[in-house]
């Protein structure tokens, strides 16, 4: 994302993006300062910096927040959760923990309330090397109560940033493209992990301190300051955030915890949904995800008309670790008050959620739109769109603010759908046969959308290919095509890029488009990205001339295939690419 970051004036920053009163006279008379601390301790080991930050930090936040310094104790991973109960952990939750136990920012701003969250463990604290003074501000790493973040260097190396006056504003070294890759997937996660519409972020150079406001179309960089020998303006950006409500601080206001009663009454639903045997079996395990990691529940508002459905929500089925882009998140979601359009009855349901971040511009269309039109045109095996839109706020859309500064992207609105049917992933198929008919009920659904609607979809791949195993039209299940927000209508096709980027799933597009940047995409190119689909699907599932001893694929060499031959149930096939 080396073009995802903009340089903004410190004042600018503060007016704009972190707007607020400033600290009375009296106020400023109670914060710490940084007296008494050795220039030395600024371009030593940077862990020296984390107690004196905190200290200043906290007599600035006040009672209501607090920082801590988590760069040495990671979130509490399902692992350990798993030896305390004496359950074993599966290889992929081992993997999951493995990725967790990496990302420990240096300090984070949690509210006060969530104290048993981040506090350590006497036994923790005792087998930490940390001095005293250090173990006073020390926590541990909690994503998904975790408010800001912070991240530092001491050697100009590893800084992310320039350091003096002029010149770009990214350093070209290898430490610091690692540097701003770390914070990047810190901000990534805090936003996978919550419902964010931005988040605030401090990076520290030695004495030095910059302000960063990431969104889902980049991060905002402000210019440094000394915060060694003018401490005000890290007092002004705390000052404010500790002023600041929920809405100033990035969260989603329209996503919030669910009632305890509804906690319970979800759970019990989906406890009778897991016994009924007349449910998908294939479908249980996805469900039973909701409650995975003990996700906190919340009620989701979806515009519906004039109003808004709430529905209950869990753990993300499907997400990125990505700081930009559409960002979409999948949910299977409790709807308490389903309408069944045959008897008119309001019964709970599970449902599918989908949010996402739309670019703003009438060159793309909205995808309840697009569905609209589908359906208008019969076309078959799509999904049905329950209710959905933008995601507003008084009045206002919830939109990105980083093309302000970083004026060649397209701004983006928070977009939400809910849909009737739950998918499950394509490759939860039985054998390939049955692979092969999920793979033509797609196709069914593109024909039907260029030939019935003028609707080509563009983003072909196997995530979007999902199986309804209780269509309404066949007793056997079927594959829809999901995901239709890149689609372009026909005599839209031969019009100007509408964004910097080309759309669509790299592994799954056609050679030509690979090759071709800029050559306008057509109903061929979406034709053979269903034969990447199958083809990537063959490699990963079944075994061929090519696979290794335990079944995986030999990544080292799956470029260089030209002529494997393929185990199916009954008959060999020889695959020529």
């Not at 991060?219 to 000052?239: C, D, G, I, Q, R």
């Not at 109003?307 to 700081?323: C, D, P």
Request: hydrophobic fraction near 35%.
């Amino acid at each position: 994302m080396v073009d995802k970051w903009g340089e903004i004036e410190f004042e600018n920053m503060m007016s704009e993006y972190v707007s607020g009163l400033n600290p009375t006279e009296d106020e400023l008379k109670t914060f710490a300062n940084f007296d008494g601390i050795e220039d030395s301790e600024f371009t030593g080991p940077e862990s020296r910096l984390y107690g004196p930050l905190c200290r200043v930090i906290n007599s600035v936040l006040g009672p209501s927040m607090t920082c801590k310094e988590t760069a040495e104790f990671p979130e509490e991973s399902r692992t350990q959760k798993r030896k305390k109960n004496k359950a074993p952990a599966s290889k992929e939750e081992k993997l999951q923990d493995e990725h967790a136990f990496r990302l420990k920012p240096d300090l984070t701003i949690f509210r006060s309330s969530a104290e048993a969250q981040y506090t350590l463990t006497n036994k923790e604290k005792k087998a930490s090397a940390q001095t005293k003074e250090r173990l006073q501000h020390a926590g541990r790493t909690s994503w998904h109560t975790a408010i800001g973040l912070g991240e530092g260097k001491t050697n100009i190396n590893a800084t992310p940033f320039r350091t003096g006056n002029g010149g770009p504003l990214l350093r070209d070294s290898k430490d610091a493209h690692e540097t701003r890759g770390q914070m990047a997937q810190y901000a990534a996660e805090l936003m996978l992990r919550q419902h964010r519409q931005h988040v605030f972020f401090v990076s520290f150079f030695q004495d030095t301190m910059r302000i960063i406001r990431w969104d889902r179309n980049g991060a905002l960089v402000s210019t440094p300051f000394n915060y060694k020998h003018n401490p005000e303006k890290l007092w002004l950006f705390f000052y404010r955030i500790r002023r600041m409500n929920d809405e100033a601080l990035g969260f989603d206001t329209t996503v919030h915890p669910a009632e305890e009663e509804r906690v319970k009454e979800m759970k019990a639903y989906v406890a009778d949904y897991m016994k009924n045997e007349q449910n998908s079996e294939k479908l249980k395990p996805f469900v039973k995800k909701i409650f995975e990691d003990d996700w906190p529940i919340f009620c989701m508002e979806v515009p519906n008309g004039d109003g808004m459905k709430h529905v209950y929500i869990g753990k993300h089925l499907a997400g990125h670790r990505s700081t930009t882009g559409r960002a979409t998140r999948g949910y299977i979601a409790y709807d308490p008050s389903h309408l069944d359009p045959n008897t008119g009855k309001a019964e709970p349901r599970l449902v599918f959620v989908k949010d996402t971040w739309r670019p703003d511009t009438d060159k793309i269309h909205p995808e309840l739109e697009v569905y609209a039109k589908l359906h208008a045109a019969n076309v078959p095996n799509i999904a049905t769109v329950v209710c959905g839109g933008d995601i507003t706020v008084g009045g206002e859309a919830q939109r990105t603010r980083t093309q302000e500064v970083l004026v060649k992207f397209l701004p983006r609105i928070h977009y939400r759908l809910v849909f009737k049917e739950v998918g499950r992933p394509l490759d939860t198929y039985s054998e390939s046969v049955e692979m092969i008919q999920f793979v033509g009920d797609a196709i069914e659904a593109h024909r039907g959308a260029w030939f019935l609607a003028g609707v080509l979809h563009r983003d072909i791949s196997e995530g979007n290919v999902l199986i309804n195993d209780t269509p309404e039209d066949s007793l056997k299940p079927k594959a829809f095509l999901n995901d239709w927000d890149l689609c372009k209508y026909q005599d839209e096709i031969d019009d100007e890029a509408t964004q910097i980027y080309r759309s669509g799933t790299w592994r799954y597009m056609s050679a030509l488009l690979l090759n071709y940047p800029t050559k306008r995409q057509v109903v061929s190119d979406d034709l053979e990205s269903f034969i990447h689909v199958v083809i990537i699907l063959v490699l990963r599932h079944h075994d061929h001339t090519r696979s290794c001893k335990d079944r995986r694929l030999a990544s080292s060499s799956i470029w260089r295939l030209f002529t494997i031959t393929v185990k199916f149930p009954k008959k060999d096939i020889t695959l020529v690419p």
